[in-house]
């Protein structure tokens, strides 16, 4: 009985909802905090934001919750579905006249469509970047140009050099030169001895400022990607409160609180990820 | 026949727990080869059905609204009385007793109103146990609140909607037994005529609201619980659906109907708006604890206030009328409802009424001095000596809401008035029916196997029933007393075997229903149904209301004798029989409304004298207030249906015998 | 206030049977007060289709002063109408204007089919209740003292508003989902809250919803349409509590 209650009851269903929903909320903020690196003006901007991504992609702790991650999307996503489909067949006949804005706010009403909208969207996100980090042969790597005085009096010699993660520098010269390979997108090793050497940074950074300054593209992302945050706070807007409601986590003390957090969140998140590619788009030299 | 009230022997305050030892029982394994019918789902018949399904009969209840939840019962809004003394301002069942027969004015049965104080006590207890959710004080005890007619707190309460927690109470017990199988629920249902086989109760004719479907149940016992007849005023605070049918239907099957011209007028109801109202209501009594009743002293103030030219909160205090305080110091506010609703009367029909609708009639019922006081009282326990006027206000209209929000949302709701700031109008309105079947002792009538419980029944209010015992007899009868008296009858039948449906008297029964709805169906008159029942309501308000006369009763008689025959003959019912109609539903109802009313008006000619609900110009002192006749009318008036012709019922007596009260001047001043 | 009167246009489902299909049929009323209650004036619109010799629109109606719960209607898109905190009954005519076009529809519901007119089945209510809505406990008369158990005022306070609940589906009714969460949790709440109803509290919620579920009631999604609309105030705090009690009892 309470077993079956927990995985096939109407409230078990709201209770996956506001889990996988509350848990996909503090993602959010560690998405967050990552991408905001790139708001990050400094000379190692790039180079730290890529190594953010590299320990967001190896870190085994980061792994697990990754898979949690995903798999929460697609729960919810599932979920949400069945719960829309079983909602529609609870009204089989509709009102001719319905006033549903007297007594809802539109957010609340819309959530299918939202999430909708949103899983589009991380689809499309996932694809353009994710993806892109995860599979790509031809996915830049990262390197710094290093100015180094060869001798005194003269000009100061520009060059090209990988970062490793180990710290060190090789110049990508080398591997036209041919005393260096690179295998599997990201490891070095010499070419004599074919010994690993060391490992190279992934450069998520350029990929994505090239994905919003994009010359002929740009523009369009950048106003997708803001109309997604738009949808994304009116889900959150929503969302976010209604996850405690379900998990019966309503206090007359504490529901305040709890809503305006909520809205709080759903405005904040979304605008501060809004504003990294439009600073990418219109500002970033 | 001679009417047997099968009262017990013994002391008053032994009689029932001597007689409950030596009833017959019927042993746990027969109760299941027995059927017992409840027809009426309110507070008497869902506790009924819920306590036999308990016991182990099997139960089949009936009700005409869509779920049990709805009887009318919850409308209730005051509370219910128990003489458990939790107050300790001297209440007993001696007392919740004595009280009960007086406000009764010295017309109900001693042994029966005995039991029911003594079983007062069980009622709440019971209802705790089941969870209905009395109001409480901040010790987590239960709370108590004054109704009109005693000088005790007495009643137990749930804000504004005691009748409703209360019948939520009997309808989940009764759901649990549904839900156990031990009750078969029907719903949308109504009771169309009794069968009874050798003389006996034993089955009814029921028709499925929804399918128009006559159907037949058997049982080896039937209970009617179908509450008051009230709607024969067509006005009233009755639901729209509440009807005398179930017990009109027993009646004129051999039961005798007593005292049918005891009505309750409720004082204080939200006065009439005009010609398309359908139904009054009620603003608790309770109101009557905290509002004080006023109309102008000045007969022009009056008249400036209908003319909408002066507000009430113009008219200074010394120009008021406190008529109840002045004329009752005693119990001011506070006198039974018969007393408050004549005072109402006069003060209206000697030119002092408020309201301006077509006949003047409405009364100031005003809160503002609470306001002030409580307003006070909070303030001084919050620790603030030094109150300023609009806080005392704040505070006063807040304990005001706490105590009766939601009767004075309800008010503003119907009438467009704020009641916290202008007093509120109130009139008297046809409330409660003390007459009914006649019963005995066990609450059988003198059909054998019927039993009548609740508003159906005549049996414990006299003559006029007090505030918050109408839900303490109506539990009263379905948990604790039924359960006994029902038993000891089964207890010969449990060799009897299920009845069968196929029996001729069964047949004859449904023909007859079929026949009357057929006619009714068939009869392509012109008027409506509501015409004719607004017609009734007019002849009874007039001629059969607060005061009676008996020039005006006899003209009943002769008005509604031919408004039946118009009626049966003018009448049109549209729709068909085999399905939802919800006309012809009401054409069987008015149909039985018209034969009441004029019974009720021959009970009314009958009795000459004044007591409780029934009041006869001809009888009251100089002081307009009522003059009994102990000598030639201590008696129970039960009707013997005699044919069609209503004139031709035969009035019986039960003389009423008062060993353990004093009979006395029902005194409240 | 003086009451006036206005002429109005009623657009009403009219639907046979239950097994009919139904349409929204036009009427013309006259003279209708404005002191009337909203059924009144549908007395006297059957009136008006009486003395027309057409059949009269079939309603649920009782009490008529806001308790029974028996009366229903989606008016103008919205359960018992625009006023707030009001039954269809206690709604009055002063809430509409002269030259007002109103619909009058059913309640739209999977689990309350419509069986003429305006009238919907909702035994599905019925049905939860006798599932767990009670607490067990004989007629005896034999209880203990019903001041044996103190109960904190302020429990006892909310378990009455949850009792308040007087059944009338609108809060069924106006949730876009259908769900009758608000009916449910109300009831859980009321016996969650008192000491009397802990004691089974476990099966309770568990049969409740079971029930609940298989009515064919949609599921909630917190949108709070049922406690706008709810004529009496129910809180959506019951819901959580019902949320609350059933995932304890789950994991029990």
Same mark, same amino acid.
């Given at each position: 009985?309470?077993?079956?209650?927990?995985?096939?009851?109407?409230?078990?269903?709201?209770?996956?909802?506001?889990?996988? *929903?509350?848990?996909?909320?503090?993602?959010?903020? *560690?998405?967050?905090?990552?991408?905001?690196?790139?708001? /990050?003006?400094?000379?190692?901007?790039?180079?730290?934001?890529?190594?953010?991504?590299?320990?967001?992609?190896?870190?085994?702790?980061?792994?697990?919750?990754?898979?949690?991650?995903?798999?929460?999307?697609?729960?919810?996503?599932?979920?949400?579905?069945?719960?829309?489909?079983?909602?529609?067949?609870?009204?089989?006949?509709?009102?001719?006249?319905?006033?549903?804005?007297?007594?809802?706010?539109?957010?609340?009403?819309?959530?299918?469509?939202?999430?909708?909208?949103?899983?589009?969207?991380?689809?499309?996100?996932?694809?353009?970047?994710?993806?892109?980090?995860?599979?790509?042969?031809?996915?830049?790597?990262?390197?710094?140009?290093?100015?180094?005085?060869?001798?005194?009096?003269?000009?100061?010699?520009?060059?090209?050099?990988?970062?490793?993660?180990?710290?060190?520098?090789?110049?990508?010269?080398?591997?036209?030169?041919?005393?260096?390979?690179?295998?599997?997108?990201?490891?070095?090793?010499?070419?004599?001895?074919?010994?690993?050497?060391?490992?190279?940074?992934?450069?998520?950074?350029?990929?994505?400022?090239?994905?919003?300054?994009?010359?002929?593209? +740009?523009?369009?992302?950048?106003?997708?990607?803001?109309?997604?945050?738009?949808?994304?706070?009116?889900?959150?807007?929503?969302?976010?409160?209604?996850?405690?409601?379900?998990?019966?986590?309503?206090?007359?003390?504490?529901?305040?609180?709890?809503?305006?957090?909520?809205?709080?969140?759903?405005?904040?998140?979304?605008?501060?990820?809004?504003?990294?590619?439009?600073?990418?788009?219109?500002?970033?030299? | 026949?001679?009417?047997?009230?099968?009262?017990?022997?013994?002391?008053?305050?032994?009689?029932?727990?001597?007689?409950?030892?030596?009833?017959?029982?019927?042993?746990?394994?027969?109760?299941?080869?027995?059927?017992?019918?409840?027809?009426?789902?309110?507070?008497?018949?869902?506790?009924?059905?819920?306590?036999?399904?308990?016991?182990?009969?099997?139960?089949?209840?009936?009700?005409?609204?869509?779920?049990?939840?709805?009887?009318?019962?919850?409308?209730?809004?005051?509370?219910?009385?128990?003489?458990?003394?939790?107050?300790?301002?001297?209440?007993?069942?001696?007392?919740?007793?004595?009280?009960?027969?007086?406000?009764?004015?010295?017309?109900?049965?001693?042994?029966?109103?005995?039991?029911?104080?003594?079983?007062?006590?069980?009622?709440?207890?019971?209802?705790?146990?089941?969870?209905?959710?009395?109001?409480?004080?901040? +010790? *987590?005890?239960?709370?108590?609140?004054?109704?009109?007619?005693?000088?005790?707190?007495?009643?137990?309460?749930?804000?504004?909607?005691?009748?409703?927690?209360?019948?939520?109470?009997?309808?989940?017990?009764?759901?649990?037994?549904?839900?156990?199988?031990?009750?078969?629920?029907?719903?949308?249902?109504?009771?169309?005529?009794?069968?009874?086989?050798?003389?006996?109760?034993?089955?009814?004719?029921?028709?499925?609201?929804?399918?128009?479907?006559?159907?037949?149940?058997?049982?080896?016992?039937?209970?009617?619980?179908?509450?008051?007849?009230?709607?024969?005023?067509?006005?009233?605070?009755?639901?729209?659906?509440?009807?005398?049918?179930?017990?009109?239907?027993?009646?004129?099957?051999?039961?005798?109907?007593?005292?049918?011209?005891?009505?309750?007028?409720?004082?204080?109801?939200?006065?009439?708006?005009?010609?398309?109202?359908?139904?009054?209501?009620?603003?608790?009594?309770?109101?009557?604890?905290?509002?004080?009743?006023?109309?102008?002293?000045?007969?022009?103030?009056?008249?400036?206030?209908?003319?909408?030219?002066?507000?009430?909160?113009?008219?200074?205090?010394?120009?008021?009328?406190?008529?109840?305080?002045?004329?009752?110091?005693?119990?001011?506010?506070?006198?039974?409802?018969?007393?408050?609703?004549?005072?109402?009367?006069?003060?209206?029909?000697?030119?002092?009424?408020?309201?301006?609708?077509?006949?003047?009639? +409405?009364?100031?019922?005003?809160?503002?001095?609470?306001?002030?006081?409580?307003?006070?009282?909070?303030?001084?326990?919050?620790?603030?000596?030094?109150?300023?006027?609009?806080?005392?206000?704040?505070?006063?209209?807040?304990?005001?809401?706490?105590?009766?929000?939601?009767?004075?949302?309800?008010?503003?709701?119907?009438?467009?008035?704020?009641?916290?700031?202008?007093?509120?109008?109130?009139?008297?309105?046809?409330?409660?029916?003390?007459?009914?079947?006649?019963?005995?002792?066990?609450?059988?009538?003198?059909?054998?196997?019927?039993?009548?419980?609740?508003?159906?029944?005549?049996?414990?209010?006299?003559?006029?029933?007090?505030?918050?015992?109408?839900?303490?007899?109506?539990?009263?009868?379905?948990?604790?007393?039924?359960?006994?008296?029902?038993?000891?009858?089964?207890?010969?039948?449990?060799?009897?075997?299920?009845?069968?449906?196929?029996?001729?008297?069964?047949?004859?029964?449904?023909?007859?229903?079929?026949?009357?709805?057929?006619?009714?169906?068939?009869?392509?008159?012109?008027?409506?149904?509501?015409?004719?029942?607004?017609?009734?309501?007019?002849?009874?308000?007039?001629?059969?209301?607060?005061?009676?006369?008996?020039?005006?009763?006899?003209?009943?008689?002769?008005?509604?004798?031919?408004?039946?025959?118009?009626?049966?003959?003018?009448?049109?019912?549209?729709?068909?029989?085999?399905?939802?109609?919800?006309?012809?539903?009401?054409?069987?109802?008015?149909?039985?409304?018209?034969?009441?009313?004029?019974?009720?008006?021959?009970?009314?000619?009958?009795?000459?004298?004044?007591?409780?609900?029934?009041?006869?110009?001809?009888?009251?002192?100089?002081?307009?207030?009522?003059?009994?006749?102990?000598?030639?009318?201590?008696?129970?008036?039960?009707?013997?249906?005699?044919?069609?012709?209503?004139?031709?019922?035969?009035?019986?007596?039960?003389?009423?015998?008062?060993?353990?009260?004093?009979?006395?001047?029902?005194?409240?001043? | 206030?003086?009451?006036?009167?206005?002429?109005?246009?009623?657009?009403?489902?009219?639907?046979?049977?239950?097994?009919?299909?139904?349409?929204?049929?036009?009427?013309?009323?006259?003279?209708?007060?404005?002191?009337? /209650?909203?059924?009144?004036?549908?007395?006297?619109?059957?009136?008006?289709?009486?003395?027309?010799?057409?059949?009269?629109?079939?309603?649920?109606?009782?009490?008529?002063?806001?308790?029974?719960?028996?009366?229903?209607?989606?008016?103008?898109?919205?359960?018992?109408?625009?006023?707030?905190?009001?039954?269809?009954?206690?709604?009055?005519?002063?809430?509409?204007?002269?030259?007002?076009?109103?619909?009058?529809?059913?309640?739209?519901?999977?689990?309350?089919?419509?069986?003429?007119?305006?009238?919907?089945?909702?035994?599905?209510?019925?049905?939860?209740?006798?599932?767990?809505?009670?607490?067990?406990?004989?007629?005896?008369?034999?209880?203990?003292?019903?001041?044996?158990?103190?109960?904190?005022?302020?429990?006892?306070?909310?378990?009455?508003?949850?009792?308040?609940?007087?059944?009338? +589906?609108?809060?069924?009714?106006?949730?876009?989902?259908?769900?009758?969460?608000?009916?449910?949790?109300?009831?859980?709440?009321?016996?969650?809250?008192?000491?009397?109803?802990?004691?089974?509290?476990?099966?309770?919620?568990?049969?409740?919803?079971?029930?609940?579920?298989?009515?064919?009631?949609?599921?909630?999604?917190?949108?709070?349409?049922?406690?706008?609309?709810?004529?009496?105030?129910?809180?959506?705090?019951?819901?959580?509590?019902?949320?609350?009690?059933?995932?304890?009892?789950?994991?029990?």
């Amino acid at each position: 009985m309470a077993k079956s209650a927990l995985l096939k009851s109407s409230l078990a269903k709201k209770y996956w909802m506001a889990l996988t *929903g509350l848990f996909l909320c503090l993602f959010l903020i *560690g998405h967050l905090l990552g991408n905001l690196q790139l708001l /990050s003006t400094g000379k190692d901007a790039a180079l730290n934001f890529n190594k953010y991504a590299l320990f967001m992609t190896t870190n085994p702790a980061v792994k697990l919750l990754s898979y949690l991650t995903y798999f929460s999307i697609l729960f919810h996503a599932v979920d949400g579905i069945v719960l829309t489909v079983q909602n529609k067949k609870a009204r089989p006949v509709g009102y001719v006249k319905n006033s549903a804005s007297s007594n809802t706010i539109w957010a609340s009403r819309n959530m299918a469509v939202l999430g909708t909208l949103i899983l589009v969207f991380i689809v499309t996100h996932m694809t353009n970047f994710w993806a892109v980090m995860h599979f790509d042969k031809k996915m830049p790597l990262q390197t710094v140009t290093i100015e180094s005085e060869v001798m005194p009096g003269m000009p100061p010699q520009t060059q090209e050099m990988y970062v490793t993660v180990e710290g060190s520098y090789i110049p990508v010269a080398a591997v036209e030169q041919g005393m260096i390979s690179i295998q599997n997108r990201t490891e070095v090793y010499r070419t004599d001895n074919n010994l690993k050497i060391a490992h190279l940074y992934k450069d998520l950074y350029k990929i994505t400022v090239e994905f919003f300054k994009d010359a002929k593209w +740009g523009l369009i992302a950048t106003i997708l990607y803001v109309f997604s945050m738009l949808v994304l706070a009116f889900h959150l807007y929503h969302g976010f409160g209604s996850a405690f409601q379900s998990l019966g986590l309503n206090n007359p003390k504490y529901n305040l609180l709890i809503k305006n957090f909520g809205k709080a969140f759903a405005i904040i998140v979304p605008l501060l990820f809004a504003v990294i590619p439009v600073y990418i788009h219109f500002f970033l030299k | 026949m001679k009417l047997d009230s099968k009262i017990p022997e013994g002391h008053i305050s032994e009689k029932w727990t001597k007689y409950k030892d030596h009833l017959k029982l019927v042993a746990p394994n027969n109760r299941p080869k027995i059927d017992v019918i409840v027809v009426g789902t309110g507070l008497a018949g869902a506790s009924a059905a819920a306590s036999l399904g308990e016991m182990g009969y099997n139960v089949k209840a009936f009700c005409f609204q869509d779920s049990p939840r709805r009887a009318h019962s919850i409308a209730a809004q005051g509370g219910i009385n128990a003489a458990k003394n939790y107050q300790n301002d001297g209440d007993s069942i001696y007392r919740l007793f004595y009280d009960t027969i007086k406000g009764g004015d010295y017309r109900a049965r001693e042994a029966n109103v005995h039991r029911l104080a003594e079983v007062s006590g069980n009622i709440i207890d019971q209802c705790v146990a089941q969870g209905v959710p009395f109001a409480r004080d901040y +010790g *987590g005890l239960l709370d108590n609140r004054s109704f009109g007619g005693v000088q005790v707190q007495r009643t137990f309460y749930a804000a504004g909607q005691t009748g409703q927690q209360l019948l939520l109470g009997a309808y989940s017990a009764l759901s649990r037994q549904i839900g156990l199988g031990r009750v078969q629920m029907y719903n949308r249902h109504e009771m169309l005529d009794i069968v009874k086989v050798d003389g006996k109760a034993r089955g009814i004719i029921a028709r499925n609201l929804l399918t128009g479907e006559l159907e037949r149940h058997s049982a080896h016992a039937v209970i009617i619980a179908s509450g008051g007849y009230g709607n024969v005023y067509f006005l009233s605070t009755n639901a729209m659906g509440s009807n005398v049918t179930a017990a009109w239907k027993i009646h004129k099957k051999g039961a005798y109907f007593a005292n049918p011209c005891y009505v309750q007028i409720h004082p204080t109801c939200i006065p009439v708006h005009g010609t398309n109202q359908s139904k009054l209501t009620l603003m608790s009594e309770s109101l009557r604890n905290s509002g004080r009743i006023w109309v102008p002293k000045k007969i022009e103030d009056a008249e400036a206030i209908r003319a909408g030219k002066l507000k009430p909160t113009q008219i200074a205090e010394e120009d008021r009328d406190y008529y109840l305080e002045r004329r009752y110091p005693a119990f001011g506010n506070l006198v039974p409802r018969d007393v408050a609703s004549r005072a109402a009367k006069e003060r209206c029909d000697a030119g002092y009424g408020i309201e301006a609708n077509d006949t003047n009639e +409405g009364v100031y019922l005003d809160f503002s001095s609470e306001i002030i006081n409580k307003g006070k009282q909070t303030a001084y326990a919050q620790g603030n000596h030094n109150p300023s006027e609009e806080e005392v206000i704040k505070l006063g209209k807040q304990w005001i809401e706490e105590k009766y929000g939601n009767l004075f949302q309800m008010y503003q709701q119907i009438t467009d008035e704020n009641p916290y700031e202008t007093p509120m109008k109130i009139y008297p309105a046809v409330h409660y029916t003390m007459g009914g079947v006649w019963v005995d002792y066990n609450l059988q009538s003198t059909i054998p196997g019927c039993f009548v419980a609740g508003e159906a029944n005549f049996s414990d209010h006299g003559a006029n029933r007090l505030g918050a015992s109408a839900l303490m007899q109506g539990l009263a009868d379905g948990y604790f007393v039924l359960p006994y008296t029902v038993s000891d009858y089964l207890a010969n039948d449990i060799r009897t075997g299920k009845i069968s449906t196929e029996l001729p008297e069964f047949a004859e029964a449904e023909n007859n229903v079929k026949s009357q709805i057929d006619k009714f169906l068939n009869n392509n008159g012109s008027k409506s149904v509501d015409h004719f029942h607004k017609r009734l309501g007019h002849i009874m308000w007039n001629k059969v209301g607060m005061a009676r006369n008996e020039q005006g009763l006899k003209e009943a008689i002769r008005e509604i004798d031919e408004l039946r025959k118009e009626f049966h003959e003018n009448v049109y019912v549209p729709g068909a029989a085999n399905e939802l109609n919800t006309e012809l539903e009401k054409a069987l109802r008015v149909a039985d409304f018209m034969e009441l009313g004029q019974l009720m008006a021959m009970d009314a000619l009958q009795r000459n004298e004044s007591a409780g609900g029934h009041f006869r110009e001809e009888y009251q002192d100089s002081e307009g207030e009522t003059l009994r006749d102990d000598v030639n009318f201590n008696f129970v008036g039960a009707w013997e249906y005699g044919g069609s012709d209503i004139n031709a019922e035969t009035l019986h007596k039960e003389v009423l015998n008062y060993e353990y009260i004093k009979i006395a001047a029902r005194n409240y001043k | 206030m003086a009451s006036k009167s206005i002429n109005i246009n009623l657009k009403i489902w009219r639907q046979k049977d239950a097994k009919s299909k139904g349409q929204i049929e036009t009427y013309k009323l006259d003279n209708v007060s404005t002191a009337s /209650s909203f059924l009144e004036m549908l007395d006297q619109l059957n009136e008006q289709l009486i003395n027309e010799r057409k059949e009269p629109v079939a309603f649920d109606h009782d009490c008529r002063e806001g308790i029974c719960g028996m009366c229903s209607l989606y008016i103008n898109g919205r359960a018992h109408g625009p006023a707030s905190k009001v039954t269809t009954c206690q709604l009055h005519m002063r809430s509409f204007k002269d030259g007002d076009t109103i619909y009058v529809e059913p309640w739209r519901s999977k689990a309350f089919p419509v069986v003429k007119d305006l009238i919907v089945d909702r035994s599905a209510f019925d049905r939860i209740q006798q599932a767990g809505g009670f607490v067990s406990v004989n007629t005896s008369g034999r209880t203990i003292d019903a001041n044996a158990t103190p109960v904190p005022k302020h429990d006892a306070d909310r378990a009455f508003e949850a009792a308040a609940c007087i059944g009338c +589906g609108a809060c069924v009714a106006s949730c876009k989902n259908g769900s009758a969460m608000l009916f449910v949790g109300a009831k859980v709440s009321q016996y969650a809250l008192l000491p009397q109803g802990k004691v089974e509290a476990t099966e309770r919620v568990l049969n409740m919803v079971r029930q609940m579920d298989d009515e064919g009631f949609g599921n909630c999604t917190n949108t709070g349409a049922c406690e706008v609309e709810c004529p009496k105030g129910i809180s959506l705090e019951n819901i959580a509590r019902m949320n609350r009690e059933y995932l304890f009892a789950s994991v029990k």
